[in-house]
């Protein structure tokens, strides 16, 4: 099993991501950022990730706002808590500590991949604090930017346009980096009908991953239109647990800190191969969407019946 640390700000997907790599990975610290919602709204609700899948996993909290500017959140997707629609689980679980930047140094090892799900600032600071840091992990697997298409502006994915100081350093740090962008996420959609399933299993983690689904696709009809949503940050994670599902391409990338409209921007080098920058990422362009839902989905208690 993959050796993970999960770097997130939960968040609907990153709660799933969060079970999904509790089911095929051996998670060794959750670190909290401020991102999709307040530092202490994603910390509690890593918490209550950990209470509903009964782990021992320890969360450490980290970043409250970026490493230049303000804090930006995601209500209008996640709601103010960042995990709308969910009902509370009670517990009496405590953090393991507030240094997130120290837990990233501590459990550096050869084999630890860290799986980034949020904006990219407690890496960032690791980075600040040992430059080797990115070097002495296996890698890092990173939701955000995109190749394409931006959802915060333009061109602009949410984490990377949150923390873009923090995205560029973590980008030419020299650490083994795979890039799940928005070009690759939204190939991989919810649906009502795979709602239904998880209501059909009613375990306690399908219920919980119900409700998160419903919530999505309320705010996505209000939104966008339509009873879907992209469920991005699992994706950082099946590339690492099941990399066979996805197809990378390694890619310069670097992280525009000063266009008026392109600030934020992942800017991937997609010319013909011998024009190209050296790449510094592996960059997902492909996911076989069907097996790895059952993958998700299995994880979830919703086994598709025979
Ligand atoms: C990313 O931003 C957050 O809202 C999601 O959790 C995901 O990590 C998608 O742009
Ligand atoms: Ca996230």
Request: net charge negative.
């Amino acid at each position: 099993m993959p050796r993970l640390i999960i770097d997130c700000d939960p968040g609907h997907d990153d709660a799933i991501a969060l079970i999904l790599a509790h089911r095929h990975a051996d998670v060794v610290g959750i670190t909290a950022v401020s991102g999709n919602a307040p530092l202490a709204a994603t910390t509690a609700n890593a918490l209550m990730v950990t209470a509903l899948l009964d782990v021992d996993t320890p969360v450490v909290s980290g970043a409250a706002k970026p490493l230049v500017g303000e804090p930006i959140h995601a209500a209008a997707v996640h709601g103010e808590t960042g995990l709308g629609g969910v009902d509370r689980i009670a517990h009496e679980r405590s953090t393991a500590g507030d240094d997130a930047v120290a837990f990233l140094l501590d459990n550096a090892e050869p084999d630890i991949v860290v799986v980034a799900v949020g904006p990219l600032t407690n890496l960032a600071l690791a980075i600040d604090r040992d430059p080797s840091w990115g070097k002495r992990i296996a890698g890092i697997s990173i939701m955000g930017g995109s190749t394409d298409v931006g959802n915060v502006t333009r061109v602009a994915e949410f984490n990377i346009f949150a923390d873009a100081e923090a995205a560029a350093r973590v980008f030419e740090s020299g650490a083994e980096i795979t890039m799940c962008g928005l070009n690759l996420t939204h190939q991989f959609q919810t649906s009502d009908p795979l709602t239904e399933r998880l209501r059909q299993s009613g375990t306690a983690k399908a219920t919980f991953a119900a409700q998160i689904f419903d919530y999505l696709h309320d705010r996505m009809e209000t939104l966008i239109g339509r009873r879907a949503s992209a469920m991005h940050d699992p994706c950082a994670v099946l590339a690492i647990t099941h990399p066979h599902l996805l197809r990378a391409e390694p890619r310069a990338v670097a992280v525009e800190l000063r266009g008026a409209l392109t600030r934020g921007m992942t800017v991937v080098d997609q010319r013909v191969s011998r024009r190209r920058d050296q790449a510094n990422a592996n960059v997902a362009y492909g996911i076989d969407a069907e097996r790895a839902w059952e993958v998700v989905m299995e994880s979830l208690d919703a086994r598709e019946s025979t």
